[in-house]
């Protein structure tokens, strides 16, 4: 996977490190996926569909990419799991501190470990909002803790985690589970009111770890492990947006595209998805304007993550 290319064929005017205020992290890793592979060629089908998008967004009225999207080199750590969340949570906290709006595009959903604890740690009383088909609350599975089956245990414990869309878990993870803040899909769909008190049970602070799998399978096929019964498209934009109008949203991941070479429409529904989250967030913003991620440089400037030495 290369970076020679700039995100959607951008000009280099606008992906520039230094004038870009928006950071895209690859993160094209696959290595504790349990049915469906492929997780790590997500990254790079998402930023090929990326290239042949329109940049003028209908509904914004806006092009966000004229804010700056600067795309990193792939993280491409794979020694272990640990390693791996070890290398995502250190260089999106570096991108956090350089004041970037920083988002991630995995591979699998065990990254999101590594870059919820980043966000936790420099911004304060964090609300994790994780849109999913799955709970993955499991403390530990198939020997770590850093699987796709755990990737929000850690946030369960440390953060205001809300989960929305869950349909599929075992029943181990109700002891974790907290259910006045899961939304399950099949209470969802008789509640016209869900938005509302999703967004009720957030904080100010929101970091959204989106894992495609919350789609339904007939607009998203292209995922590890598909469960029926998921978001349809308008119902999902329309949630994204107020949460992105009412809160502040400080960063946000996208994972477990796994890519078919015969079906080339979730990729670009993931290249869509993207897109429009960032112009949710930019809009009404002007190019020109100074772009503050609202990161405290005090808020646990000087704290040693808490995890970094612990023991398996």
């Known amino acids: 996977m290369s970076t ?3 995100y959607a064929g951008i000009s280099d005017e606008f992906a520039q490190l230094e004038k870009s205020k928006i950071i895209l992290i690859p993160v094209p890793y696959d290595g504790t996926s349990t049915w469906g592979k492929g997780a790590d060629k997500g990254p790079e089908a998402f930023l090929e569909a990326s290239e042949n998008m329109e940049l003028y967004d209908i509904e914004t009225d806006s092009e966000v990419y004229k804010q700056g999207i600067h795309l990193t ?4 750590e794979n020694s272990s799991p640990e390693a791996m969340v070890n290398e995502v949570h250190a260089v999106t906290k570096d991108f956090i501190k350089r004041n970037k709006f920083v988002t991630l595009f995995g591979g699998e959903h065990s990254i999101s470990i590594g870059s919820i604890r980043a966000f936790n740690e420099c911004f304060d009383n964090l609300t994790v909002l994780q ?4 709970a993955d609350l499991r403390e530990s599975y198939e020997g770590t803790k850093y699987n796709h089956a755990c990737a929000v245990y850690e946030a369960s414990q440390t953060t205001n985690l809300v989960q929305v869309g869950i349909r599929s878990m075992d029943v181990i993870e109700k002891t974790v589970m907290d259910e006045e803040k899961t939304f ?12 509302d008190k999703v967004v009720e049970a957030m904080t100010e602070n929101v970091f959204i770890t989106f894992d495609l799998d919350a789609f339904d399978p007939s ?4 995922t590890g492990t598909p469960e029926p019964g998921g978001l349809l498209w308008y119902e999902t934009m329309e949630f994204l947006k107020q949460v992105f109008e009412e809160k502040n949203v400080v960063g946000f991941d996208i994972v477990e595209l796994c890519p078919n070479k015969n079906d080339k429409s979730s990729d670009f529904l993931a290249a869509k998805l993207y897109y429009k989250m960032l112009s949710y ?3 009404g913003q002007d190019f020109n ?12 400037a000087n704290t040693i993550s808490k995890f970094e030495n612990d023991e398996e």
């Not at 080199?73 to 491409?76: E, Q, R, S, V």
């Not at 399950?184 to 938005?195: G, Q």
């Not at 607009?219 to 292209?222: A, E, N, Q």
């Not at 304007?289 to 646990?300: G, L, P, R």
């Open 281 to 283: 967030k930019f809009a």
């Open 131 to 134: 849109i999913d088909a799955h």
């Open 184 to 195: 399950f899909a099949h209470d969802m769909v008789a509640d016209e009111y869900w938005t």
């Open 4 to 6: 020679s290319k700039n």
């Open 219 to 222: 607009i998203m096929p292209s």
């Open 73 to 76: 080199d792939p993280i491409t």
């Open 289 to 300: 304007q100074e772009y503050d991620n609202t990161f405290d440089i005090d808020y646990k």
